[in-house]
């Protein structure tokens, strides 16, 4: 039954929504309520997620020290090389700085930094602080440029203008300003960027070895182990392969107009997405090479063949669980959705930090009726809906586990964060790995939500056995 | 001669911090009291990255609320979003009270908190309102350890506003220390039969239970009844040798005259005696059987373990009073203290630390204030550290001069636990100790070509 809770502020009534309940109208891109504990982050967080993984690159987070130390090698994308991106530089504003503004020393910090580590070019994010002192990134840059020999480019991510969404455009400005500059001339006519991925516990080298068997080449990853130098020469690939729902898909756009480059959506996901990617760039280039529908065919037919068998033994355990997720972009969703389905389980929850009207729609239409979809949630909507809907497992990030664990609900992070690899057919069972000891563990009859619920179903049969 | 070099000449950017912000120690600090929720004035991005980050220590749900500011407060000031986000709290949450803290963003706009405050009580006088507390944390301008102290300060000066009648309490000011170790420090009080309020007190707020439901605010925490009746207390206890002088500790003392015991943090075996001799004076009691107990286990400890670990070279890191009572510790039984570093400023480390190695330490450590990971690097290479002691942000370097780290304090992000470390009293000195020598048995064993089962 439908409960009315005070868990849910009014404000929030129009960012919830029931699949099968009316047309979906569900507001969102708002600012978060104040007050209201949202699960978001800033505009700084959103450009720091997509320019993290650029691994010879300098990421200097011009503000006071929490902003970049909160953000200091905490997510799990991996480089083949460089590292420079798991360190946490920052200007660390003094008073005196805010009073007297921090041009100075956002300048000083550059020269000794670049001097010390050599990048490739350096970022530098501007934090609140920044926007109020008003400092003038742009120029402070822009002499730093001329003065290093590298590009050094302002991120305009001031926290308060706006949500993640305006760091994801923040962010892709500033690579944008990298693009074109680099020698395309050796790049072969069959070839793509990747774009959107992080590299989280290496996921990206999955998949560009499945395109690598197809015989594409990719020209740059961007951002997961991603280097300067690519992205420079990233506007010589042919297509421009955009996952997730919002973080690149500008650059992608800018680089459409700017250089004529097509993109594609795709997600790597699950086995319906990650084999229709993989589809979706075999016909982009089947003119050019006649070979690659088959080539693609047969990779996919091994992969599925050595997959197949195994999800089948997870599957007999989770058939019929339910499942919550709680993602920040709702693009990885639409993917999660139907990779349940593979495991017999239903998704009944699900919520994201900014997804858009468009996707929200689309979500409805996937999900069966009475599934409960949610924009920029909070603990206490989160933790209603997990009970309302008595779910197995929860999908989130670091700050949705305890919800989960106080509910004796098992727990799956599938954020920036995570350590195990969950995209392609490799990652598909590492996820019905993760997913199957999420719910499967012994522990939670110990939990006492469902202890409690076990013993009064023992009860209830020992009073029909008597009567 | 001095060794101290507080601010290095060419202080210029920060690499790996070795502090956090200000108001996350503010925060903390609030959610050690009963029914009350941390509230940071500015916008949701702090909020939702301070959660993110205390939650990996705690494995808690950490609820902070925001005024989550847009540009439009940015600029007109933030007064109506507080407003809306206290009654959006109150509707929700129920709290008992709200702890207010700024963020840099509205310490530079120079929003006015008291003043919202004065006109918010004005506006919903007629509701059934919490205690509001504000504290002023600008980051800018210190490190978390300054938000938490502040934090503490302000809820003794805003809640405890009048003499109480005599309680026959004492007041326990622990600092940021673990959840097991505050309930370390409440039994000890009660085998003393002293009745303490201690504040903040997160063993259970932020080391609650497994429940049958999702609870809004966890239940423990220092009860506010207790709070307002802290000006009736025999005496205050605070810990911490690098405390600021307007500490909770000395306001109490200054308005009400209770007498203000300002011991180090009790770690190690002579900082701990320090601590329970108090108890002995503040109580009129002699030490329980089961500490004499404690104590002479740990002295039979330290000289069962000295040879493994005498010489051993130690790099010590983290808040500043954590620092000094790890030096205490570590110089009582052999190890050198090579470097001992705080991302803070100008808190009198260095005399500190002198003040409790006094008499053991064989030699005086290096101290660094406003330190980053970058400049402990810089040093430790050529100290040659067999040891690192702090919390889990050393860990790269540790791994990179492959030796051991002792993970003590906060953030534990990469072990199990961390909420549960005890590291205070006799009991809290022995589990460290048999952490200290096990690490450098363990660095042995792995280091031995041979692989002795036995040593
Ligand atoms: S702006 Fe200030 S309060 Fe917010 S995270 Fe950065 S340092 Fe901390
Ligand atoms: S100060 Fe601004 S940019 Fe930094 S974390 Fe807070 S909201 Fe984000």
């Known amino acids: 039954m439908r409960t009315t809770s005070s868990t849910i502020l009014e404000e929030r009534r129009d960012q919830i929504h029931r699949t099968g309940e009316g047309a979906i109208d569900i507001a969102c891109n708002r600012e978060s309520l104040a007050g209201a504990v949202s699960q978001r982050a800033c505009v700084f967080c959103g450009s720091r997620v997509v320019l993290y993984p650029i691994a010879d690159a300098l990421h200097l987070v011009h503000g006071p020290i929490g902003c970049a130390v909160y953000t200091w090698d905490i997510r799990g994308s991996l480089s083949s090389g460089p590292e420079l991106h798991r360190l946490s530089f920052s200007t660390d504003l003094q008073e005196t700085d805010v009073i007297f503004g921090g041009e100075k020393k956002l300048a000083a910090a550059l020269d000794e930094l670049i001097d010390r580590h050599s990048p490739k070019a350096a970022f530098v994010y501007s934090t609140c602080i920044v926007g109020l002192i008003g400092d003038d990134l742009e120029a402070v840059c822009r002499k730093m440029t001329e003065k290093k020999g590298i590009p050094v480019l302002p991120v305009m991510s001031e926290g308060f203008k706006g949500n993640k969404r305006a760091g994801y455009l923040a962010a892709c400005k500033a690579m944008f300003r990298l693009i074109g500059k680099g020698d395309t001339a050796d790049i072969s006519p069959v070839s793509i960027n990747i774009l959107g991925d992080f590299n989280l516990a290496g996921e990206i080298w999955i998949i560009r070895e499945y395109f690598e068997r197809m015989g594409v080449e990719v020209v740059a990853n961007i951002t997961g182990d991603g280097r300067v130098a690519d992205i420079a020469r990233c506007h010589g690939a042919a297509l421009n392969l955009v996952q997730c729902s919002g973080a690149t898909l500008d650059l992608a756009k800018m680089m459409q107009e700017e250089f004529g480059t097509p993109f594609k959506r795709v997600s790597y996901l699950g086995i319906e997405d990650m084999a229709d990617s993989l589809y979706q760039v075999a016909d982009f280039f089947k003119d050019m090479d006649p070979g690659i529908v088959e080539r693609t065919q047969a990779l996919v037919r091994e992969e599925l063949g050595k997959l197949m068998p195994e999800l089948a033994r997870y599957r007999r355990d989770l058939e019929g669980k339910k499942v919550a997720m709680y993602v920040g972009g709702s693009f990885k969703a639409f993917s999660l959705v139907k990779a349940f389905r593979h495991l017999g389980m239903k998704v009944v929850v699900v919520g994201s930090q900014t997804g858009t009207k468009e996707d929200y729609a689309e979500l409805a239409e996937i999900t069966d009726p009475g599934t409960v979809i949610i924009d920029d949630a909070n603990p206490l909507e989160l933790s209603h809906f997990i009970k309302e809907k008595d779910v197995d497992v929860f999908v989130g990030g670091v700050k949705e586990r305890p919800i989960a664990y106080k509910l004796g609900v098992g727990f799956c992070d599938h954020n920036h964060e995570r350590k195990e690899a969950l995209e392609g057919f490799r990652g598909m069972l590492n996820f019905a790995r993760e997913i199957h000891s999420s719910a499967m563990s012994p522990v939670w009859q110990f939990a006492p939500r469902r202890a409690n619920r076990a013993n009064l179903a023992k009860e209830a049969r020992k009073e029909a056995a008597n009567e | ?455």
């Open chain 2, 1 to 455: 001669m001095s060794k101290v070099k507080t601010a290095r000449p060419n202080f210029v950017s920060t690499t790996n911090a070795c502090k956090l912000c200000t108001p996350l120690g503010a925060s903390l600090a609030f959610r050690g009291v009963e029914g009350a929720i941390p509230f940071l004035h500015g916008s949701q991005g702090c909020a939702t990255y301070m959660r993110r980050y205390i939650i990996s220590h705690f494995r808690e749900p950490v609820d902070i609320a925001s005024s989550a500011l847009g540009e439009k407060n940015a600029i007109y000031g933030g007064g109506p979003n507080l407003k809306k986000g206290i009654l959006n709290v109150m509707k929700k949450y129920e709290p008992k009270l709200i702890g207010v803290a700024t963020t840099c963003l509205t310490e530079t706009i120079g929003d006015d908190v008291p003043m919202y405050f004065g006109e918010f009580y004005k506006e919903f006088g007629d509701l059934d309102l919490p205690e509001l507390v504000r504290v002023s944390t600008p980051s800018y301008n210190g490190t978390h350890m300054d938000g938490w102290h502040g934090a503490v300060r302000s809820m003794v000066e805003q809640l405890c506003l009048e003499k109480a009648p005599a309680t026959g309490r004492v007041n326990i000011l622990p600092s940021l220390v673990s959840c097991e170790d505050v309930r370390h420090l409440r039994d000890i009080c009660d085998h003393f039969g002293i009745e303490a309020t201690i504040l903040p007190d997160i063993s259970e707020t932020l080391d609650g239970p497994a429940l049958e439901d999702y609870v809004k605010i966890p239940e423990g925490g220092t009860p506010i009844g207790d709070i307002k009746t802290m000006s009736g207390s025999r005496a205050t206890i605070e810990f911490g040798r690098c405390l600021p002088a307007k500490s909770g500790g000395a306001s109490l003392e200054e308005r009400f005259g209770i007498p203000n015991h300002r011991l180090g943090l009790p770690m190690g075996l002579r900082e701990s005696d320090r601590f329970f001799e108090t108890l002995e004076d503040i109580s009129g009691k002699a030490m329980p059987r089961r500490y004499e107990l404690e104590r002479g286990r740990l002295v039979d400890a330290y000289v069962d373990g000295h040879k493994y670990i005498f010489g051993k070279r130690a790099v010590v890191y983290g808040e500043e009073d954590l620092v000094v009572g790890l030096c205490a510790f570590l110089s009582e039984i052999g190890v050198d203290v090579v470097l001992a570093g705080t991302g803070a400023r100008n808190k009198g480390l260095e005399k500190a630390i002198a003040k409790v190695t006094d008499g053991v330490a064989r030699i005086a450590p290096e101290v660094r204030e406003a330190v980053d990971f970058h400049d402990i690097a810089a040093e430790a290479g050529e100290l040659a550290p067999d040891l690192l002691v702090g919390h889990s942000k050393g860990y790269r370097y540790a791994k990179a001069w492959n030796v051991p780290l002792v993970r003590v304090g906060f953030p534990i992000h990469d072990r199990f636990g961390g909420q549960r470390t005890l590291t205070l009293g006799y009991k809290g000195t022995q589990a460290l100790f048999d952490r200290v020598v096990n690490a450098v048995i363990e660095k042995k064993q792995a280091d031995s070509p041979i692989g002795y089962g036995y040593i």
